[in-house]
């Protein structure tokens, strides 16, 4: 299973693009990149799935380059409801146990 | 999307009880289950993989004799806290896959989490 490490924490402001960096340098070949959106006292949320390029839903973009040792999380325009903790989980469908990094805590300020 | 829901929200028991989270997965059938534990502060650390049918497979440290799982259907696993213990005091999450609501069929939903307070 392939080991993701993330920032610890993030700061922006309301309005601005956050991009949210994930190394997961073992990454094999049939794993594909989620992401996870957590608030305190809930259940992660899914927010974007990607194996390879841009994957763009409604609400960010992922961007994962051609050797796919690293993934992207963008949030365009971030508002206070955005703070919470961002996880990237690797792992192939077929046997995939979804196992957690400790994340990335973004803090959006006024 | 698909959801999972678990039942109860929040439970305070004394220690010494045991008590019993349900996880149900409302629209799809799901054959997999993953029960977590969350610390304050902390990320989710899998407790077990519950499989219909069979018996669950317990992660390293985790006690299988006080977390016992049950996955009788293909839509509900229920995880029982034996003998609880003040230290027992966590938030508890399960997640379940639908491989065929999602692109890919990778997708995991996750329930709201149960705050289990032990006195």
């Known amino acids: 299973l392939a080991k993701t490490t993330q920032p610890i924490s993030m700061d922006s402001y309301e309005g601005q693009e956050v991009n949210i960096t994930c190394s997961h340098n073992?990454?094999?070949?049939?794993?594909?990149i989620t992401w996870y959106q957590q608030f305190p006292s809930q259940g992660p949320r899914f927010i974007i799935q990607g194996y390879k390029t841009k994957v763009t839903n409604e609400v960010a973009s992922l961007f994962i380059p051609a050797d796919r040792k690293s993934s992207t999380l963008s949030l365009p325009r971030v508002s206070l409801s955005d703070t919470a903790v961002y996880y990237c989980?690797?792992?192939?469908?077929?046997?995939?146990?979804?196992?957690f990094g400790r994340g990335t805590s973004l803090i959006v300020h006024p | 999307g698909a959801v999972v829901s678990q039942h109860p929200s929040w439970v305070i028991c004394k220690s010494g009880t045991s008590v019993k989270i349900e996880c149900r997965s409302l629209d799809f059938q799901a054959t997999t289950m993953f029960w977590y534990r969350q610390f304050p502060k902390q990320s989710l650390m899998l407790m077990a993989t519950?499989?219909?049918?069979?018996?669950?497979?317990?992660e390293q440290g985790v006690e299988k004799d006080k977390f016992l799982i049950n996955h009788a259907s293909l839509t509900l696993s229920t995880l029982t806290v034996t003998s609880a213990h003040p230290e027992d005091s966590s938030f508890y999450i399960c997640?379940?896959?639908?491989?065929?609501?999602?692109?890919?069929?990778?997708?995991?939903?996750f329930g709201p989490g149960t705050r289990l307070t032990v006195t």
């Open positions: 989980l690797v792992g192939d469908g077929g046997s995939y146990i979804p196992t």
């Open positions: 997640s379940a896959r639908d491989p065929t609501n999602a692109p890919t069929g990778y997708e995991q939903y």
């Open positions: 073992n990454i094999a070949t049939n794993d594909y």
């Open positions: 519950s499989n219909e049918g069979s018996k669950a497979t317990y």
